[in-house]
């Protein structure tokens, strides 16, 4: 959200027509701006098409129809850019898919036993769901195909089944490896070079009003390429000399992405001159070729020769980018290249952080609960139900993926529209291998608008399975009136069970996030200003990943991996700059769950917009103790032990109110001799600002 952006504090929207809908129904509707995914959808339409139209010639249509729902698994997974994480995010959840299909295939027909198997299942798919993304989707493929495995008859012996699946995971997997030899490299590189291109912008943002979305894109940039760098070098450890140098180059950046809290809140004077000399960098990393000359702008003179602080800090960013790209490496000096720690440690860390974190259980209790209501009316009622019930629980309540109460509207009507479709096919389509040009327009969509809109997926993805559905069991256009009852009653079970019985439903996280992000702000002044609070580095350790994935335990830094000659003035401590992704990472998450709340139905949606107040203001916290931690580093007088601990402690204090919704907690005494124009001065003013804004929502 911008500072351009509708006024998040009307929740209720202001039109005042009866057929005006209100404004968190439009949030909940609106479809994301995303790239269209070309070659994701071709290997979609392909791979989804080509074993139904086989099974169709060869008179094994339901073989074919297996097959291609394992391509579908695979599809909705295939969302990496970096082949090493294709192959871990498409192979590991199909593997726990056909897993969940054997189990599922086990207690078809068997009721009360179903139940309990399906029931325990959720629980561990809904833990699992809090180590990562990749966990959470593996959790979700093994629940979907358990509960088709429950709900179908398949052809025996049970093994067929899990290893067609499998076989049509593997075909989409191959084709997107096909490119690997030639283009190696180029999603990591492309990630940088937008990484820079976005700092870029966030430089040319400076001193003006378009500073808060600048940031905003710059931390997706900045989180995305760390999770394709990071992560392809924990799974991939070793020397790799253009890994170390792109690794290098994104570490380049923490100077240049410090400096710019600083260039804004000195109005911008530098701004223009800067991005243009990031832009240069940003072209010769993806032309990989040389840098030209320095352009004529102050930033060419060597720090020491700067006569403001803020200039001398630019400086030395510059030009330790341009030394970066340039090869200045140097052996044994530490890096931020990472490698993944012994296995029976990393095993040991998880296994710990899912038994014993709060919200693990609390994400399992409750898809638990729900699924297992879903199967219980399934294999126990004697009226006709169908696996649609519990199917449709486990796609809406994945906890993880967002509001329970919008993917709920969405699926229910998006549920709608896909069964109109759905049935035009069915009646019009006839069988023998027709279905295999229409199961590929649906499957060539599906990438598409997957990341557009949970409802415009729903759309697509309810025609595409009920016709594989009718490749198993044969039904056809009849399938209709029952998948919507059992939609609707499967959104009905998860917005009763999953939604209003649990009180945290009734309130946004936002506050809580919002406290998080101002106990690191605390941690980040004692780190610049004091040399503590390093954010639980311990050793070396770098947390990487967006605000939505979980950071990597256990990770530690090799004893040595050619790594960039710093310039001194440039260097920026490890522990501050963790801490300051740690922060970006915080401000990230603010905003997701403050986008997530206002599609909440009132007075959720009002709750969250009330908080919106102090979301800017302790974003202006964070600029303020960025630029002054640069401007102090580049020889400014540094603040006194006793005004950072003062500051410190204040916002403590402030972070503490929040999480108990209360009042202003006051300022904290600062030492007799502090001045007006003291180096934490700014600083102070917008933690004054900010126990002000939280009158609001308190």
Known sequence: MSEHDDDPADPGGTGTGLLVPPAWLVRTLRPQATAVPRAAAVRAAIGMALPVAVGAAVGRSAEG?????????????????????????????????AAGLALGEQVHGHGWVA????????????????????????????????????????????????????????????????????????????????????????????????????????TAALDHAYDLLLSRRALAPGRSRGMVRLIALLGALTPLVEVAPAVHAAGGHLSAGLAGEVRVIAVAVDSRRPLPALPGHPAELAPGEAA?????????????????????????????????????????????????????????????????????????????????????????????????????????????????LAAAVLETVPRGGWEAPVVAVLAAALPMVSRRSYGLQTVVMTPLILILSDLLSHQGVHLIAPRLLDSLLGCAIVLVAGYALWPESWHSRVGARLADAVDDVARYLECAFAGEGDGGGGGGAVSVGGADTAPLPGVVFPPAVPAPAVPAAAAVP???????????????????????????????????????????????????????????????????????????????????????????????ALPRDTTAGSALAAVRREVAAARSALAGPG
């Open 308 to 420: 403001d602080p803020v200039e001398r800090a630019a400086a030395a960013a510059l030009l330790h980018a341009r030394e970066v790209l340039a090869g200045g490496y140097q052996d044994g000096a530490p890096t931020p290249v990472l490698r993944p720690a012994p296995l029976r440690l990393r095993l040991r860390d998880r296994t710990r952080e899912v038994l014993l974190s709060a919200d693990s259980w609390h994400y399992g209790l409750r898809l638990a609960l729900c699924l297992g209501l879903a199967q219980t009316l399934v294999s126990t009622v004697t009226v006709p139900r169908s696996y649609w019930v519990p199917l449709t629980v486990t796609f809406v309540l994945k906890p993880d993926f967002g509001s329970v109460f919008s993917r709920a509207v969405l699926r229910a009507l998006g549920t709608v529209v896909g069964l109109v």
């Open 115 to 218: 139940v309990g198997a399906l029931t325990g299942l959720a629980l561990v798919a809904g833990m699992m769901s809090t180590i990562g993304a990749v966990s959470s989707a593996a959790g979700l493929n093994v629940l979907l195909m358990a509960v088709i495995g429950a709900g179908l008859p398949f052809p025996p012996p049970w093994w067929r089944g899990p290893v067609l699946v499998l076989l049509g995971a593997a075909l989409i997997l191959v084709m997107a490896l096909l490119a690997w030899p030639a283009r190696s490299r180029v999603p990591e590189r492309t990630a940088v070079v937008q990484a820079y291109r976005e700092t870029a912008n966030l430089l040319e943002a400076a001193g003006g009003a378009d500073w808060s979305l600048a940031r905003t894109r710059l």
């Open 65 to 97: 129809a297996l097959v291609a729902m394992g391509a579908l698994g695979a599809v909705l997974g295939d969302t990496a850019d970096a082949y090493r994480l294709r192959v871990f995010n498409i192979a590991v959840p199909q593997l726990f898919a």
């Open 574 to 668: 490890g522990s501050r700059a963790r801490l300051r992704r740690r922060l970006y990472r915080d401000l990230a998450g603010v905003r997701t769950e403050f986008q997530r709340a206002l599609g909440e139905p009132p007075p959720v949606g009002a709750r969250a917009a009330a908080w919106w107040p102090l979301v800017v203001a302790v974003e202006r916290v964070i600029d303020a103790s960025t630029a002054t931690a640069v401007r102090t580093e580049q020889g400014a007088e540094p603040p006194r032990p006793a005004e950072v601990a003062a500051v410190a402690a204040e916002l403590r204090a402030l972070a503490t109110a929040i999480r108990a919704g209360g009042a202003d907690p006051g300022p904290v």
